[in-house]
């Protein structure tokens, strides 16, 4: 007889827990949250880059930058202009998980911010399977990567609440059918916001920066 030991399950489990724990302190501090994925180098710290100093007259706002290793995006997002910066880095692990960030927010007073960011490691499959407990979920796809990739990585773009489409600078010199992208998107997630733009030229911001301040207030 074989038994199913359901460990993976319960690992989920536990992660959506305590990600429901890290959602009810953001909410009884008022802070509204997003949790950023992208593949290594769509740009994730790029964008967090382009919105700090454009938010700066509106609201306080606190990074948590996940990695395997370095502080390189905390110390890009302090540079930047966060009111508070901090670097988790995962030791290895290709996610970050409710533990982490529960860590994270223990070295921040939340009374003090009125919009967290979280940025992810990079990585397209790992980050969808593991709540943090973040109010909504932005993935960045980046012209570079290729127009196949919604239809090679479902599971990221099922789940998520907007989608940036970064690095549209970059069109007139890669090959990117934006029709197909688009087609294979509506299918997973039909109607999702979404903002082409630049974090170079800075190109498309203004929308997503109008998307992100509605949120912030309506949270308010
Ligand atoms: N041309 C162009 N380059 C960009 C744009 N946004 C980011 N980049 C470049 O893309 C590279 C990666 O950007 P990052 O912001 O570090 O990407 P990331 O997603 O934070 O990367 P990881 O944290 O390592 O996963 C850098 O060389 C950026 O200058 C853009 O809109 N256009
Ligand atoms: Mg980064």
Known sequence: MTT?????ENILNANDHLAEVNRARLDAAGVFSI???ASP?????????????RLKERFRVAVVDGD?????DADRAAQAGADAAIQVNTGGDCHLDAVMLRGALEQLD????????????????????????THKSVLIASIPEGDDKPYKYPGMYRGVDALVVNKIDL???????MEYFTHGVEVLNPGVNTFPLSAKTGEGMDAWLDWLTSQVKSKR
């Open 171 to 177: 069109l007139p010199y890669v090959p990117f059918r």
């Open 110 to 133: 939340l009374s003090r911010f009125e919009l967290l960011i979280v940025e992810n490691v990079g990585n397209l499959v790992c980050p969808a399977s593991f709540k943090l407990g």
């Open 41 to 53: 180098g769509a740009g994730k710290t790029s964008l967090i880059e382009q919105t700090l100093p």
């Open 35 to 37: 949790n950023i994925m």
């Open 4 to 8: 199913r030991v359901p460990i993976v």
């Open 68 to 72: 395997i290793a370095t502080s390189i």
